[in-house]
């Protein structure tokens, strides 16, 4: 199992980014996923986090602002941030989790199983 993460990069304050994350051996249809983030100094935050029972959670942090959404043919899982500030400066990660029953607003608030790799994202003010 595995997943990578992918899109990061510089963007100016009121910009976009779209994330992507790759699975490979395992089929992202049947798990829960989410995306994650960590900032120098602050704890891990859980900003997009999907099951399959439940509505899409989102933090108020980023409510409005990041969708996320998944591609099962191409078995990725985006997230699309727009008016990006400064604070939302961070690592972010995609994860996976096997207990789909669960809703997102738990996985984002207590972690998933499968991590990958971070993407980098920085916001210029």
């Known amino acids: 199992v595995q997943l990578q993460a992918s899109g990061g990069g510089l963007v100016q304050a009121g910009g976009s980014l779209n994330l992507s994350c790759a699975a490979s051996g395992f089929n992202l249809d049947y798990y829960a996923i989410g995306w994650f983030r960590q900032a120098p100094g602050k704890e891990r935050e859980g900003v997009s986090c999907i099951s399959h029972r439940y509505k899409p959670y989102y933090p108020d942090s980023v409510k409005g602002r990041f969708t996320i959404s998944r591609d099962n043919a191409k078995n990725t899982v985006a997230l699309q941030m727009n008016n990006l500030k400064p604070e939302d400066t961070a690592v972010y990660y995609c994860?996976?989790?096997?207990?789909?029953?669960?809703?997102?607003?738990?996985?984002?608030?207590?972690?998933?199983?499968?991590w990958g790799k971070g993407t980098l994202v920085t916001v210029s003010s």
């Open positions: 994860a996976a989790d096997a207990r789909r029953h669960y809703s997102g607003n738990y996985f984002c608030n207590g972690g998933m199983y499968y």
